[in-house]
């Protein structure tokens, strides 16, 4: 059973630079055809100082955070994980070049189906190097029972 105990852990902040090469790799990764992913003039031409950050790529980006051992601690088993949702509210676009700020944090810890199924509910604050209000990311991860 997953320790509820972790409802409002906070997790170390992590800071990431969106690289043009990485956008453009994840933009073909997931079908995206619009030149501004891919071409700097094109951009320019849209209005953008840069490459745009593809859709739900701040996940990616999220998933540098440095290992650690807070699943263990919260008696989660990485065996009976799944990726049950996310979700994303964008506040301003992001660029290549730009130095993301994620802060995220637990902020529900909840079961269905008798406690076969655990969900944790995390939310992460984005920000980037001017302290705009990029985004906000939700996730769940469901962990299954024996």
Same mark, same amino acid.
């Given at each position: 059973?997953?320790?509820?105990?972790i409802?409002?852990?906070?997790?170390?902040?992590?800071?990431?630079?969106?690289?043009?090469?990485?956008? +453009? /790799? /994840?933009? @073909?990764?997931?079908?995206?055809?619009?030149?501004?992913?891919?071409?700097?003039?094109?951009? +320019?031409?849209?209005? %953008?100082?840069?490459?745009?950050?593809?859709?739900?790529?701040?996940?990616?980006? !999220? #998933?540098?955070?440095?290992?650690?051992?807070?699943?263990? @601690?919260?008696?989660?088993?990485?065996?009976? $994980?799944?990726?049950?949702?996310?979700? /994303?509210?964008? %506040?301003?676009?992001? %660029?290549?070049?730009?130095? #993301?700020?994620?802060?995220g944090?637990?902020?529900?810890?909840?079961? @269905?189906?008798?406690?076969?199924?655990? /969900?944790? $509910?995390?939310?992460?604050?984005?920000?980037n190097?001017?302290? !705009? %209000?990029?985004?906000?990311?939700? @996730?769940?991860?469901?962990? +299954?029972?024996?």
């Amino acid at each position: 059973m997953i320790d509820r105990n972790i409802i409002g852990m906070v997790f170390p902040p992590l800071r990431v630079t969106a690289e043009a090469g990485q956008l +453009r /790799f /994840f933009a @073909k990764a997931i079908g995206e055809t619009d030149p501004v992913y891919f071409d700097e003039a094109a951009a +320019r031409d849209a209005g %953008h100082p840069g490459l745009p950050v593809p859709p739900t790529f701040l996940f990616s980006l !999220e #998933l540098m955070q440095p290992p650690s051992d807070w699943r263990e @601690k919260a008696g989660i088993e990485l065996p009976r $994980v799944l990726h049950g949702e996310q979700s /994303f509210t964008y %506040h301003q676009v992001a %660029h290549a070049g730009d130095t #993301l700020l994620f802060e995220g944090r637990v902020t529900d810890v909840y079961d @269905k189906k008798n406690g076969a199924l655990e /969900f944790v $509910v995390m939310h992460t604050r984005v920000t980037n190097q001017r302290h !705009e %209000h990029v985004a906000d990311v939700r @996730k769940v991860l469901v962990h +299954r029972s024996a």
